[in-house]
């Protein structure tokens, strides 16, 4: 049974930091592309980072360049989303998802909540 399993979300003040953690099971996690989203409140889901298999190139939006810090461990089978500098803007509900570059896996986590303020 695939399972993604996003933890670590919860209550920060503007500036903080959380480290999210997706923890994956049920397939080949290190055959697969990991990207976080999230969902904001009154905004269309937003892709924030991608790692890739087996350079671990990553890549992110501007919006989050700079603060953000996507990672795997594939020893682990779980990636992580390091977050800083934390804006109230950031809150909403955070996801993680796996890729195959094939096209034959596409798997999404349940999401954790970050919250942002003061």
């Known amino acids: 049974q695939v399972q993604l399993v996003e933890s670590g979300g919860g209550l920060v003040q503007p500036g903080g930091s959380l480290r999210l953690s997706c923890a994956a099971s049920?397939?080949?996690?290190?055959?697969?592309?990991m990207s976080w989203y999230r969902r904001t409140p009154g905004k269309e889901r937003e892709w924030l980072a991608r790692?890739?298999?087996?350079?671990?190139?990553?890549d992110y939006p501007d919006s989050v360049k700079g603060r953000f810090t996507i990672s795997r461990d594939n020893a682990k089978n779980t990636a992580y989303l390091q977050m800083n500098n934390l804006k109230p803007e950031d809150t909403g509900v955070y996801y993680c998802?796996?890729?195959?570059?094939?096209?034959?896996?596409?798997?999404w986590g349940q999401g954790t909540q970050v919250t942002v303020s003061s």
């Open positions: 998802r796996a890729t195959q570059p094939t096209g034959k896996g596409d798997f």
């Open positions: 790692i890739s298999i087996l350079t671990e190139d990553t």
């Open positions: 049920g397939f080949s996690f290190s055959n697969f592309v």
